[in-house]
């Protein structure tokens, strides 16, 4: 499926009139298909939106350190031989006289802490001397320790982000499932779950491009339920169980299916 074809899905998502034409014309595969092609992508606009906001709270961090009138740190530090903290980005330990930074994004060593530049070639280095000062830190050394934990923040975000959306959608989609039953409304388990994965859409657009500057958990959470709501109510109308069954019944006679033009989502 192209692009253009699964950005015209998102949109159609936001519309609960949709749903129904939606299920009908993409199987469960799709469906899941279209719901990581929306997270991947307002994934990435928020990430570009975490640049300003990230060099807002530096200005904010610089400017409630220099509250303090004195933030001094002192400590003495031994290590047996070089040792790896942490694989990706490779931040590395040697306090050993002739320490250097090789393959390292970052070394800590016995006269301070060197790093690979973010652009060009070389390295820079700040001696212990100019970080026991807390009071005196540049916005530049902030920024740029915000810069070396930027990889691992926004992997983990993702999976963090990913695995909550994951379990609302199955959540709500058995809900979706069960709950129209006591009305005695029978909607497939597929079609149900395939409603939930559309309905995600405006919960996914709403808390990614808010996270960055603010958090409103609910709100989100809020209009996607009220979104599955109304188009459970919707969907639940169409007879989709009597459908499949008669499309079955026609298969078995040796009659040939034919798609129905009010299902199709677009028209050629």
């Given amino acids: 499926m192209k692009f253009k074809e699964r950005l015209l899905i998102f949109l159609k998502s936001f ?3 949709a ?3 939606l299920a009908a014309k993409l199987s469960l595969w799709d469906a899941v ?20 906001a990230a060099f807002l709270d530096v200005s904010k961090l610089q400017s ?5 009138e004195s933030f001094q740190l002192d400590g003495n530090v031994t290590a047996s031989a070089p040792f790896v903290l942490v694989d990706s980005p490779k931040v590395g330990v040697d306090l050993s006289a002739n320490a250097s930074l090789r393959d390292e994004k970052v070394l800590f060593t016995s006269a301070g802490v060197e790093w690979k530049q973010w652009y060009f070639f070389g390295h820079a280095r700040q001696p212990w001397d100019s970080l026991r000062d807390v009071t005196g830190m540049s916005s530049g050394a902030i920024a740029a320790a915000f810069l070396f934990l930027a990889p691992s923040m926004a992997f ?13 959608v199955f959540v709500f989609g058995l809900l979706a499932w069960l709950v129209p039953r006591f009305w005695r ?40 339920v009220l979104l599955l709501a109304v188009s459970v109510a919707i969907v639940g109308q169409r007879d989709f169980a009597g459908e499949e069954k008669r499309g079955k019944e026609k298969g078995g006679k040796g009659e040939r299916k034919r798609p129905r033009p009010d299902l199709e989502i677009w028209k050629e």
């Avoid at 298909?33 to 300003?52: A, N, W, Y």
């Avoid at 409630?64 to 303090?68: C, E, G, Q, R, T």
């Avoid at 975000?157 to 379990?167: E, R």
């Fill in 185 to 224: 409304t029978i909607l497939p388990f597929g079609i149900a779950l395939k409603l939930s994965l559309f309905a995600s859409a405006v919960m996914l657009l709403v808390e990614m491009l808010v996270l960055p500057f603010t958090s409103i958990v609910w709100i989100p959470f809020l209009l996607y």
């Fill in 15 to 17: 519309n609960p009139d």
């Fill in 33 to 52: 298909k279209q719901f990581f092609f929306v997270f991947l992508l307002l994934f990435t606009v928020m990430l570009l939106l975490f640049i300003p």
């Fill in 64 to 68: 409630a350190i220099s509250s303090f």
């Fill in 156 to 168: 983990w975000l993702g999976v963090v982000l990913l695995l909550k959306y994951l379990f609302i």
């Fill in 19 to 21: 749903h129904g034409d």
